[in-house]
């Protein structure tokens, strides 16, 4: 209820279709993406248009003669600083409800006076260990159009990073809009089984940042790291690559110590880390720095169920 009158709502999938109150109609025209309002229609046939900025968030409205109606301006985070008294799309596409002052953000509401939501997020910490943050806390570049998780203006699931740190492995943009892999040291690899398999844990990247943002390297320097735009799809791309690498690690060198104590130490236990963040599983992350040398040993003279050596606990 607005107002003293009753507003009924008909939905086209998640988007408002129709607006009802006191018998009064209002049809909204939407583009092909979420929360891309293009303009809406009152009962007597009159059109008002939406203008928005890289964000989805509604700046301006038009009538048919091209005449500016109404503006709206926000903050970092959401808050209006013109338009705050009137009900409608606006920051990021989202409903504004004038009367309490927070935008809906279909799972949750969203506060922009605290930069949060009101209620925690329904996947648990999949999204971090803060379940009531509003796109990892940086509403410049991503927004969050079910409250669930948070995604670029674009949609873009991978994008450039911060700078290059040159000590680990990662992928970053070859100067040709490609993107190609970096090893921390590909010239003298102390272990080459465990750099092939290193190798197979970013080419995995590559493989994610090319298929689902293809032009993610378009107009970036050589060089440009490039990373996953959300911690909850990081969590994903970062399971697929510790599985790469662990399978490349038990198939390629099941004898080799090193390898093995890596794969027990490390890959392993942060595939499983990455799995429970996935999963909103609360497991403790392993305290990898304090861990000492593995206490495993491999016999490369057995055979066990065809892996060449067998763990022997010693």
């Not at 049809?27 to 303009?39: K, N, Q, S, W």
């Not at 500016?68 to 338009?83: H, I, K, P």
């Amino acid at each position: 209820m607005i107002g003293g009158a009753t507003t009924t709502y008909m939905y086209d999938r998640d988007d408002i279709l129709r607006e009802t109150v006191s018998g009064a109609s209002t049809t909204y025209i939407h583009g092909p993406g979420l929360d891309e309002p293009l303009a809406r229609e009152d009962a007597s046939a009159n059109r008002t248009y939406y203008h928005a900025d890289g964000l989805a968030s509604v700046i301006k409205e038009t009538n048919s003669a091209g005449a500016v109606t109404f503006t709206r301006g926000y903050d970092a985070f959401g808050n209006l600083q013109a338009g705050a008294t009137t009900n409608g799309f606006a920051f990021t596409g989202r409903e504004w409800d004038s009367e309490v002052a927070l935008a809906y953000y279909r799972a949750r509401w969203y506060d922009p006076r605290s930069g949060r939501f009101l209620s925690e997020d329904p996947y648990g910490i999949r999204s971090g260990i803060n379940r009531y943050a509003y796109v990892d806390n940086n509403p410049v570049l991503l927004r969050d159009p079910k409250g669930l998780q948070a995604t670029n203006g674009a949609g873009r699931k991978w994008q450039p990073s911060g700078p290059l740190n040159p000590a680990i492995n990662t992928v970053v943009c070859d100067g040709k809009g490609g993107v190609k892999v970096r090893l921390a040291d590909p010239a003298n690899p102390k272990n080459k089984c465990i750099m092939d398999c290193v190798l197979n844990h970013e080419i995995v990247h590559r493989a994610q940042a090319t298929s689902t943002t293809p032009g993610v390297c378009v107009g970036q320097p050589a060089g440009q790291p490039v990373a996953a735009a959300t911690a909850a799809y990081q969590h994903q791309v970062e399971y697929d690559a510790y599985t790469a690498e662990e399978d490349c690690l038990l198939k390629r060198c099941p004898c080799d110590v090193e390898a093995q104590q890596r794969r027990t130490d490390i890959v392993s236990p942060m595939r499983q880390l990455m799995r429970n963040d996935q999963d909103g599983n609360e497991s403790p992350r392993p305290n990898l720095s304090a861990r000492g040398p593995s206490k495993r040993r491999y016999n490369g003279s057995t055979k066990d169920d065809g892996v060449a050596c067998r763990l022997l606990y010693a």
